[in-house]
């Protein structure tokens, strides 16, 4: 899958076959749509994640987060971007359907 | 600390599990780990059945991998399957075919959330149904080709790796290119019947090393369950997680609800808790006390003063248990050639197994007798029956493997 490219991570939401589960060290996230799973390593990024509901944008989001590591986080968040955890509210499903993954 | 170091210490629940939904099964393969072949009748319930699988969505145990016996025979399979994907739970499941027919291949392209395995162990019908018996090749290609018209994408194609198949590679990856399919090689384990056969099946030395290769080159398109990591001592690592992930990120539910550590751990020693007691699976994945233990520092024992220990880890914690090596020595198929050594050592003792469904199981008790240290086992217990000391690293269906991460 290509995603397509976003001029500005204006606003973010979760992809609606994304299941989300904490855990200590930070969160597990698993697409059901593409079998992929991601890691996140650090609670706040979870707190980020789970911020965003496709009407706050990223700054709001990230609001908590030290200037020093927001750089950091917006990184992790394009990666997520680009493996479709993460879409545009205005993307449409079809588009960010990954089939790429192979499961094991 | 590293993401694996958390891992190896246990998660608030399984990324994955492997569910055996019966030990009834139309086909008697010589190598079955889980020893099926006739239904136990007290198997879980439809309705204990769809209990686990809520537990599962309350867990966020994210997919399940079926397995059996052969699960289809179930009559509430599909049901079941349903059930789980209603639930958030998604499911993969491994089949020899029987039920793939047009109609079950239709449905199966209609979900998004299903993934089938068709078990095939030669590229050709002489090499497969010496182990998994008459007509099972052609059973396994129809149930391909049902897949392929009904345009279901991406089945794979499961092949347990012994010495008879192991010339057969490239074949085997046309077999799958021919149907769409994807090849998922795994590792030959000494369990269930598996004991009564190991010595004439699993892979020599030199046809390991081929295969690591083979592997190396072939490395994104075929999935390897993380199985082969032994192999790393050859070299650079293979894909994987470099993690034991049983009882500390996987395990197995067996068919009466029974837990155990991995699905290639059928026996007392590795049995954590039943789903049916109080608390239910949850309680037993977190409160079990073998859990707990296989979630401890492991050492490397007697490999820990090896070169390559940091890159095969004492290899696979089941692999040694069931040919009678001692868990924290090396792995039977250990590529340094220590595991032949620790084979031909005097008083090896292999474990009796604790539970036994094939269709003839005096059959398999006679076969079992013929072999010198399995004889043996009828007088003699396991001295050390309580594995005190495991390696860190395993095995099975990694649940990581595969998976993009």
């Given at each position: 899958?290509?995603?397509?490219?976003?001029?500005?991570?204006?606003?973010?939401?979760?992809?609606?076959?994304?299941?989300?589960?904490?855990?200590?060290?930070?969160?597990?996230?698993?697409?059901?749509?593409?079998?992929?799973?991601?890691?996140?390593?650090?609670?706040?990024?979870?707190?980020?994640?789970?911020?965003?509901?496709?009407?706050?944008?990223?700054?709001?989001?990230?609001?908590?987060?030290?200037?020093?590591?927001?750089?950091?986080?917006?990184?992790?968040?394009?990666?997520?971007?680009?493996?479709?955890?993460?879409?545009?509210?205005?993307?449409?499903?079809?588009?960010?359907?990954?089939?790429?993954?192979?499961?094991? | 600390?590293?993401?694996?170091?958390?891992?190896?210490?246990?998660?608030?629940?399984?990324?994955?599990?492997?569910?055996?939904?019966?030990?009834?099964?139309?086909?008697?393969?010589?190598?079955?780990l889980?020893?099926?072949?006739?239904?136990?009748?007290?198997?879980?319930?439809?309705?204990?059945?769809?209990?686990?699988?809520?537990?599962?969505?309350?867990?966020?145990?994210?997919?399940?991998?079926?397995?059996?016996?052969?699960?289809?025979?179930?009559?509430?399979?599909?049901?079941?399957?349903?059930?789980?994907?209603?639930?958030?739970?998604?499911?993969?499941?491994?089949?020899?075919?029987?039920?793939?027919?047009?109609?079950?291949?239709?449905?199966?392209?209609?979900?998004?959330?299903?993934?089938?395995?068709?078990?095939?162990?030669?590229?050709?019908?002489?090499?497969?149904?010496?182990?998994?018996?008459?007509?099972?090749?052609?059973?396994?290609?129809?149930?391909?080709?049902?897949?392929?018209?009904?345009?279901?994408?991406?089945?794979?194609?499961?092949?347990?790796?012994?010495?008879?198949?192991?010339?057969?590679?490239?074949?085997?990856?046309?077999?799958?290119?021919?149907?769409?399919?994807?090849?998922?090689?795994?590792r030959?384990r000494p369990s269930g019947?598996g004991a009564?056969?190991w010595?004439?099946?699993?892979?020599?030395?030199?046809?390991?090393?081929?295969?690591?290769?083979?592997?190396?080159?072939?490395?994104?398109?075929?999935?390897?369950?993380?199985?082969?990591?032994h192999?790393?001592?050859?070299?650079?690592?293979?894909?994987?997680?470099?993690?034991c992930?049983a009882g500390?990120?996987?395990?197995l539910?067996?068919?009466?609800?029974?837990?155990y550590a991995c699905p290639f751990a059928i026996a007392d020693e590795f049995l954590?808790?039943?789903?049916?007691?109080?608390?239910?699976?949850?309680?037993?994945?977190?409160?079990?006390?073998l859990?707990?233990d296989l979630?401890?520092?492991?050492?490397?024992g007697?490999?820990?003063?090896?070169?390559?220990?940091?890159?095969?880890?004492g290899g696979c914690m089941a692999a040694k248990f069931f040919t009678g090596l001692p868990l924290d020595g090396p792995d039977p198929e250990?590529?340094?050639?220590?595991g032949?050594?620790a084979l031909?050592?005097?008083?090896r003792v292999v474990p009796q197994p604790s539970v036994?469904?094939?269709?003839?199981?005096?059959?398999?008790?006679?076969?079992?007798?013929?072999?010198?240290p399995v004889?043996?086992t009828?007088?003699?217990r396991r001295p050390d029956s309580r594995p005190d000391s495991r390696p860190?690293?395993a095995c099975e269906?990694?649940?990581?493997?595969?998976?993009?991460?």
């Amino acid at each position: 899958m290509t995603p397509r490219p976003q001029a500005s991570l204006g606003t973010l939401t979760l992809h609606p076959q994304v299941s989300v589960r904490p855990e200590p060290f930070g969160a597990l996230l698993y697409h059901f749509g593409t079998r992929r799973l991601s890691f996140l390593k650090d609670r706040r990024l979870l707190d980020v994640v789970r911020r965003l509901d496709g009407s706050v944008s990223l700054d709001e989001a990230l609001a908590d987060i030290p200037p020093g590591e927001v750089a950091s986080f917006r990184t992790a968040l394009a990666t997520l971007t680009r493996t479709g955890m993460l879409i545009s509210p205005t993307t449409s499903l079809a588009d960010s359907h990954d089939t790429v993954g192979a499961p094991a | 600390m590293k993401l694996v170091e958390h891992f190896a210490t246990g998660l608030d629940a399984p990324i994955c599990l492997t569910w055996e939904l019966t030990y009834a099964c139309n086909l008697a393969c010589s190598h079955c780990l889980s020893s099926s072949g006739k239904r136990d009748p007290r198997e879980l319930s439809t309705e204990e059945c769809k209990a686990v699988i809520d537990e599962l969505q309350r867990m966020q145990v994210f997919y399940v991998n079926i397995g059996g016996g052969e699960p289809t025979v179930r009559s509430d399979f599909w049901e079941l399957v349903d059930y789980a994907t209603a639930h958030q739970v998604g499911v993969k499941f491994s089949t020899n075919g029987v039920r793939i027919d047009a109609e079950a291949a239709r449905r199966l392209a209609a979900s998004d959330y299903v993934d089938v395995q068709i078990s095939l162990d030669g590229a050709t019908a002489e090499v497969n149904d010496a182990v998994r018996g008459a007509g099972s090749f052609d059973m396994a290609l129809a149930a391909l080709q049902h897949l392929a018209d009904a345009g279901f994408r991406d089945a794979k194609i499961s092949v347990v790796c012994t010495r008879h198949n192991l010339g057969q590679l490239d074949a085997f990856k046309a077999l799958a290119d021919r149907f769409g399919a994807t090849l998922r090689l795994t590792r030959l384990r000494p369990s269930g019947r598996g004991a009564d056969v190991w010595d004439d099946l699993h892979p020599l030395p030199h046809q390991q090393r081929e295969l690591y290769d083979w592997l190396v080159a072939h490395g994104d398109g075929v999935l390897t369950g993380d199985s082969f990591f032994h192999l790393s001592a050859y070299g650079s690592a293979l894909p994987g997680l470099n993690l034991c992930g049983a009882g500390r990120v996987v395990c197995l539910i067996d068919p009466l609800g029974d837990v155990y550590a991995c699905p290639f751990a059928i026996a007392d020693e590795f049995l954590a808790g039943n789903v049916r007691s109080e608390g239910g699976f949850a309680e037993v994945w977190r409160g079990s006390a073998l859990f707990a233990d296989l979630r401890k520092p492991q050492t490397g024992g007697a490999c820990s003063s090896c070169q390559h220990y940091d890159s095969c880890q004492g290899g696979c914690m089941a692999a040694k248990f069931f040919t009678g090596l001692p868990l924290d020595g090396p792995d039977p198929e250990c590529v340094q050639g220590y595991g032949e050594t620790a084979l031909a050592a005097a008083g090896r003792v292999v474990p009796q197994p604790s539970v036994d469904h094939s269709h003839s199981p005096a059959a398999a008790r006679a076969m079992r007798a013929g072999r010198g240290p399995v004889a043996l086992t009828l007088l003699t217990r396991r001295p050390d029956s309580r594995p005190d000391s495991r390696p860190d690293r395993a095995c099975e269906e990694n649940p990581l493997a595969g998976l993009h991460v």
